[in-house]
C-alpha cells in the first residue's frame, strides 16, 4: 500500500494497517472460499478508476506477493471516451506501481447518446458495451479470470433491487462464468464493506476519477436502496453483516421455489429431526425481540 506515511499521525496509522490488515484478510478468505485464483492463472483486473477498483488492484497486488500461488496481475481501463476524461492518470499511476497494464480506447459514450433518448438513464447500455470490449479484452491477452471491484455492499443492494423490483432472490455472485461463457468473472471483495474501501482509498490516496463524467442520472432506485442500507447500518449495527451470513446460509426447503427444492415429493420422515424446524422458535427472535423492546422504550 503506498501510503504518504510521513504526513499520517502514529495513531492513525495504526488503525490504517487495521484496516489494510483486515481488507486483506477478507479479500484472502473471499478467493479461497470460493476457489476465485488458482495457480497460473494471468488474472485481468478492471480499473475504471473508481475507489474499489484501486482497491482491488492494490489488494490483490499485496496478496500476490505473499500467496503461495504464482498468479499474474493485469490491469485493463477502458476509455469509453466521456467528455473530460482524464485519460494520463491511469497509465501514471499504473506505470509507477510497476504493473503490466492495457488502456483500450472505445468511444462507447458516442453510441450511448445517439441510441438512448435525452433524459432516460444510459447505464445499462453503457454497462453492456463496456462488458462486452472487456470480455474481448481479456481473450486478447489470454486472462484466465476478470476481476471486478465490487464490494459486500454492492451485492446486498443488488439483492433488495432484485426483490423489490424484479421479483427474485438474487443478488450478485461472487464467481460466475461470463455471459458469452467464454471466461470466469470473479468480485475478490466480496466480503468488504463499502466505508471500509472508502477509508483505505482515502488514506492510500488513490487518483480517483469522477464516475458522473458521462452526465448520467444515478440509478435512482439503487440510491434509494443505498440510504436505506445507510439508515440500518447506523440504527440497527450488525444488520448488514446479518444480512450477508444469511447469503452464506440459504435453506431452498423454507423459500418457495418448487424447482430449487422437490416440495412435490416431500414425505413425512416418521422421526422427529434432529435440528427441527427452528424458524418460528422463541429462541431463534429473542434476542431480535429484546432489541426491538429497547428501541420501543
Ligand atoms: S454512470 Fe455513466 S459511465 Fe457509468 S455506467 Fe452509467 S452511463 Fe456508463
Known amino acids: 500500500m503506498r501510503f504518504t506515511v510521513e504526513a499520517v499521525p502514529r495513531k492513525e496509522q495504526y488503525g490504517i494497517n487495521k484496516l489494510h490488515k483486515r481488507l486483506r484478510r477478507l479479500t484472502g478468505s473471499a478467493i479461497s472460499d470460493f ?30 506477493a505473499h500467496a503461495p500461488l504464482n498468479f499474474e496481475l493485469f490491469a485493463v481501463n477502458l476509455d469509453q471516451k466521456q ?22 480506447e472505445q ?68 464467481k460466475l462464468v461470463s455471459d458469452d461463457g467464454q471466461h470466469i468473472v470473479i468480485r475478490p471483495l466480496s466480503y468488504c464493506k463499502e466505508k471500509d474501501l472508502a477509508l483505505y482509498a482515502e488514506a492510500a490516496n488513490f487518483p480517483i476519477i469522477p464516475c ?22 447506523k440504527k440497527y449495527p450488525g444488520r448488514l453483516e446479518t444480512m450477508f451470513t444469511g447469503l452464506q446460509n440459504v435453506e431452498p426447503s423454507h423459500l418457495a421455489d418448487p424447482v430449487l427444492y422437490d416440495f ?18 422463541y429462541e431463534t427472535y429473542e434476542s431480535e425481540q429484546q432489541s426491538l423492546n429497547t428501541v420501543n422504550c
Open 212 to 233: 458522473n463524467l458521462c452526465g448520467s442520472q444515478k440509478n435512482l432506485q439503487r440510491q434509494a436502496i443505498k440510504e436505506m442500507m445507510q439508515q440500518w447500518d
Open 83 to 104: 467528455p473530460g476524461f482524464p485519460a494520463h492518470v491511469l497509465p501514471e499511476y499504473l506505470t509507477n506501481i510497476g504493473i503490466r497494464f492495457r488502456i483500450v
Open 107 to 174: 468511444d462507447t459514450y458516442s453510441i450511448v447518446k445517439r441510441i438512448i433518448p435525452e433524459g432516460k438513464t444510459t447505464c445499462s447500455l453503457c454497462s453492456r458495451l463496456r462488458r462486452g470490449a472487456l470480455y474481448r479484452i481479456a481473450s486478447e491477452i489470454g486472462a484466465t479470470k476478470i476481476a471486478l471491484g465490487h464490494h459486500r455492499d454492492d451485492i446486498l443492494e443488488t439483492l433488495f433491487l432484485n426483490l423489490f423490483y424484479g421479483g427474485k432472490l438474487k443478488a450478485m455472485a461472487p
Open 264 to 281: 412435490q415429493k416431500l414425505k413425512a420422515r416418521g422421526r422427529p429431526a434432529i435440528n427441527g424446524d427452528k424458524a418460528f422458535d
Open 35 to 64: 476457489n476465485m485464483i488458482e495457480d497460473g492463472d494471468r488474472v485481468m483486473v478492471c480499473l475504471s478508476g473508481g475507489k474499489d477498483s484501486y482497491a482491488l488492484l492494490d489488494i490483490l497486488c499485496n496478496l500476490q
